[in-house]
Nanobody
Framework: HVQLVESGGGSVQAGGSLRLSCAAS????????MGWFRQAPGKEREGVAAIGLSGVTRYADFVNGRFTISKDNAKNTLYLQMNSLNSGDTAMYYC????????????????????WGQGTQVTVS
């Protein structure tokens, strides 16, 4: 079965950086589309960034050039480098993967992703 395990979250001061990782098993990252989502308390889950089959990337508008999504196919791992963090970035961050064929992965909608990790908390103060 598919398992996605996030790591790298933590507490950081405003302006700082974090790199999130998502190790995939039972899912071949090189053959799929993957993304990062986040959910703050009392808010809906929202898309942050996604990467398609050819390495094409999509970002939410609020990212504004601060984050970079990438994949290491050899390690079957997805990353999210986050720089210039602010308090608005405080949330639980989730790794997600789409089924084969990817569907509308680029729309950054949670419903287009079928496999989810447990999340890693990011707190910016």
């Amino acid at each position: 079965h598919v398992q996605l395990v996030e790591s790298g979250g933590g507490s950081v001061q405003a302006g700082g950086s974090l790199r999130l990782s998502c190790a995939a098993s039972g899912y071949t990252a090189s053959r799929g589309c993957m993304g990062w989502f986040r959910q703050a308390p009392g808010k809906e889950r929202e898309g942050v960034a996604a990467i398609g089959l050819s390495g094409v990337t999509r970002y939410a508008d609020f990212v504004n050039g601060r984050f970079t999504i990438s994949k290491d196919n050899a390690k079957n791992t997805l990353y999210l480098q986050m720089n210039s963090l602010n308090s608005g970035d405080t949330a639980m961050y989730y790794c997600a993967a789409a089924q084969l064929g990817c569907g509308n992965w680029y729309l950054l909608r949670p419903n287009d992703y079928h496999y989810w990790g447990q999340g890693t908390q990011v707190t910016v103060s």
